[in-house]
């Protein structure tokens, strides 16, 4: 099904720690995005790219997380100083001409 | 207010059983994406579903613009059909951001 790879499966912080997560999306796709979901399986856009341009983010990640996808490289979301409300799920999915979006596997978060 | 409802939250079948999981959205639509989400997480795209009824093995999905609705149909539900079904909006097209359902968790007994 999916070929998005995503790098830690699994990710411990101690809060105010920085916690660094990538992905390489599906050959050929050029849209990557980033969704968080929490405890409570709710799910949130955080951002998303074209090649290597934000296209949209949500307020939240302005602020304390930092992501980029250069190019030749993965993709990266980075959250500065980790909280413990930022334990969750990180998704990354891309999206070719077909407008379908791929996920890989997860970074599953926790901070302690 | 929440743009895409999902129903039922949970649903109990007895392996062979059919079922049907709905999703409601109050704005316009692009195009409705279901997935099935791994008990460690990972999701599983089975359907792309602009409108009209598509069909894999077991399950249909069946987008109606004009009602607002989609729907997911399993047939002869087996116990590997355990698992969470996501509905997920695409509202504006190409890069936009997918809005989820909150899912709905089955599970099916032998």
């Known amino acids: 099904n999916s070929k998005v790879i995503q790098t830690p499966r699994y990710l411990v912080k101690g809060q105010g720690q920085k916690a660094k997560m990538r992905c390489i999306p599906e050959?050929?796709?050029?849209?990557v995005f980033w969704y968080q979901q929490n405890k409570n399986n709710e799910f949130k856009f955080l951002i998303n790219?074209?090649?290597?341009?934000?296209?949209?983010q949500i307020d939240m990640t302005e602020k304390r997380f930092s992501a980029e996808c250069p190019s030749n490289s993965p993709c990266s979301l980075e959250i500065q100083s980790s909280e413990a409300g930022d334990s969750a799920l990180y998704l990354c999915?891309?999206?070719?001409?077909?407008?379908?979006?791929?996920f890989g596997p997860g970074t599953r978060l926790t901070v302690l | 207010g929440q743009q895409v409802q999902q129903s039922p939250a949970s649903l109990v079948l007895q392996e062979g059983e059919n079922a049907e999981l709905q999703c409601n959205f109050s704005t316009s639509l692009n195009s409705m994406q279901w997935f099935y989400q791994r008990p460690e997480g990972s999701l599983v795209s089975l359907f792309y579903n602009p409108s009209g009824t598509k069909q894999s093995g077991r399950l249909t999905s069946t987008t109606v613009i004009k009602e607002r609705r989609s729907s997911l149909h399993i047939s002869s539900s087996q116990i590997t059909d355990s698992g969470t079904y996501l509905c997920a909006m695409e509202q504006t097209g190409f890069a936009s951001a997918l809005t989820f359902g909150s899912g709905t968790k089955v599970i099916v007994l032998p």
């Open positions: 790219f074209q090649n290597q341009e934000v296209l949209q």
């Open positions: 999915a891309s999206t070719g001409t077909r407008y379908e979006q791929y």
């Open positions: 050959k050929g796709h050029p849209v």
